[in-house]
């Protein structure tokens, strides 16, 4: 059984910064790619990065030279630094992993940007 298990949101004012981590466990087969999406209230879930097993990134466009997303292969776990974040960042943040093995998600993690 995998298990992703995310951390690291939380409440911060606008301009503000955030580090979310999400750590995967139990058996893995080969992850090629780790990565975030969110979901904001009453919106669909959308991709905000990714980051393959070789350390190659992307990410959506809005939130390219904010967000910068990082992985240690060794603990099979991705970050995402969140910097300069506006209100419209307010959402459920999701873990995803891909894996020979099959595509899992974590349960969810709440980042809230407000004053």
């Known amino acids: 059984q995998v298990q992703l298990v995310e951390s690291g949101g939380g409440l911060v004012q606008p301009g503000g910064s955030l580090r979310l981590s999400c750590a995967a466990s139990g058996a893995i087969f080969h992850i090629t790619a780790m990565g975030w999406y969110r979901q904001a209230p009453g919106k669909q879930r959308e991709w905000v990065a990714g980051?393959?097993?070789?350390?190659?990134?992307n990410y959506v466009d809005y939130v390219k030279d904010r967000f910068t997303i990082s992985r240690d292969n060794a603990k099979n776990t991705v970050y995402l630094q969140m910097n300069s974040l506006k209100p419209e960042d307010t959402a459920v943040y999701y873990c995803?992993?891909?894996?020979?093995?099959?595509?899992?998600w974590g349960q969810g993690t709440q980042v809230t940007v407000s004053s």
């Open positions: 995803y992993m891909s894996s020979e093995g099959g595509s899992y």
């Open positions: 980051i393959t097993s070789g350390g190659s990134a």
